[in-house]
């Protein structure tokens, strides 16, 4: 639907002596780690495959404030409040940064939440899973963020710079987000049982949505290999869901957390854990529009845009006026 709105072209990656000479020259460019900026010539799908990454984590982040948002006046003590809300308002910036990395490749910020609220962009699955306890909070910030933060670290290295400086910037904001899940969660553990309790129940529901999050497995990826040729992408959707399983278990542990999964066991001769994949037709499910909160989430954007219309008319008018004013004085 969507990928025929921003068509990234034929994703077949293309032998070098098939390539004009001025992909052959932009080619050489990615070989070398050379960061390719707006003005510079580019081959038009890696254009368009930009405009669809950057602009689906932009709407992420901004569709990313629901779940916590709705906690935000339930928080249990005044800290907790002050901590989520600036976490919430960080994500509303994460979401600014990539719509301006997006519109340096020539779409437009209005253009690109129309496709969003047409429903032909897509935003993270994750974000269409309810939030129903207090523990879901510390969930979010430990395995959503922890799992954002493992592809982000290496979007840090992709090839086109204006998003490799905003992943920089938002890195660092990320990782004190996973920080303050992983301290909410500590609370609760060593709370009482009812709350260790919740947290157990948060854990439950928030694994196998957060494996989704990397992403189909490599055999169903559509776009990997021709993105991992750009270095849009540094490494495949499996590489990165295995990263997280391993960094994420010895975190569980000193919680005190079961991960629900019988088959998680360390894998000697590999070096890594073996771990179930989640159920892969409810990824696909959730991500063609059916997930628990998918309508929802839309509707509530879809409310925001058209409440805010006005305030964005006024900006727009004043500054149509400045111009007028500043040749008056
Ligand atoms: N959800 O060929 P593939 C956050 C789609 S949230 C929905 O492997 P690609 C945060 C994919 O678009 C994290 N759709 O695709 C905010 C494609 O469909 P189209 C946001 C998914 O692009 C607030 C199809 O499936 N981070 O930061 O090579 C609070 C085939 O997939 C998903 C980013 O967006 C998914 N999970 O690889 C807390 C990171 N996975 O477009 C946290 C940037 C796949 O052809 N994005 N699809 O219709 C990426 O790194 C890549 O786009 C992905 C997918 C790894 C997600």
């Not at 006046?73 to 979401?95: N, S, Y």
């Not at 494996?211 to 189909?216: A, D, E, K, Y």
């Not at 854990?273 to 990824?283: G, M, R, S």
């Not at 309508?295 to 805010?308: E, H, Y």
Request: proline letters at 5%.
């Amino acid at each position: 639907m969507y990928a025929q709105v921003i068509d990234t072209g034929s994703d077949r990656v293309r032998a070098i002596g098939e390539m004009p000479e001025e992909e052959k020259v932009f080619m050489a460019r990615i070989e070398k780690g050379e960061k390719i900026e707006p003005k510079d010539w580019m081959p038009e799908g890696y254009r368009k495959t930009l405009i669809r990454q950057i602009g689906q984590h932009a709407h992420s982040e901004v569709v990313g404030q629901l779940p916590e948002g709705n906690w935000i006046t339930r928080a249990p003590t005044l800290e907790r409040k002050a901590i989520l809300l600036a976490k919430v308002q960080d994500e509303a910036g994460h979401g600014l940064y990539l719509y301006s990395a997006a519109e340096t490749l020539g779409i437009s910020r209005d253009e690109m939440t129309e496709l969003l609220h047409a429903g032909k962009m897509k935003y993270s699955s994750i974000f269409n899973y309810p939030t129903l306890n207090w523990a879901d909070i510390g969930a979010v910030g430990w395995l959503v963020d922890g799992a954002a933060i493992m592809n982000q670290v290496a979007l840090q290295r992709t090839s086109y710079g204006p998003y490799s400086r905003a992943m920089i910037r938002i890195c660092k904001e990320e990782s004190f987000h996973q920080r303050q899940g992983y301290d909410l969660l500590i609370k609760m553990c060593q709370g009482s049982p009812e709350q260790k309790a919740m947290a157990q129940d948060a854990m439950n529901r928030f694994w196998y949505p957060a494996l989704m999050m990397f992403g189909p497995s490599d055999k169903d990826s559509v776009h990997s290999e021709q993105s991992m040729a750009w270095k849009i992408k540094i490494n495949t959707n499996d590489e990165l869901r295995q990263k997280f399983v391993d960094q994420t278990v010895p975190q569980a542990k000193y919680l005190g957390l079961t991960i629900p999964d019988e088959n998680l066991v360390w894998n000697e001769e590999r070096g890594a854990h073996d771990f179930t994949q989640p159920d892969w037709n409810e990824f696909f499910d959730v991500i063609a529009g059916n997930g628990p909160c998918n309508k929802d989430r839309m509707a509530a954007r879809v409310n925001a845009w058209k409440d805010g219309a006005w305030f964005r008319e006024g900006l727009a008018a004043y500054a149509k006026k400045l111009p007028l004013r500043k040749q008056a004085v």
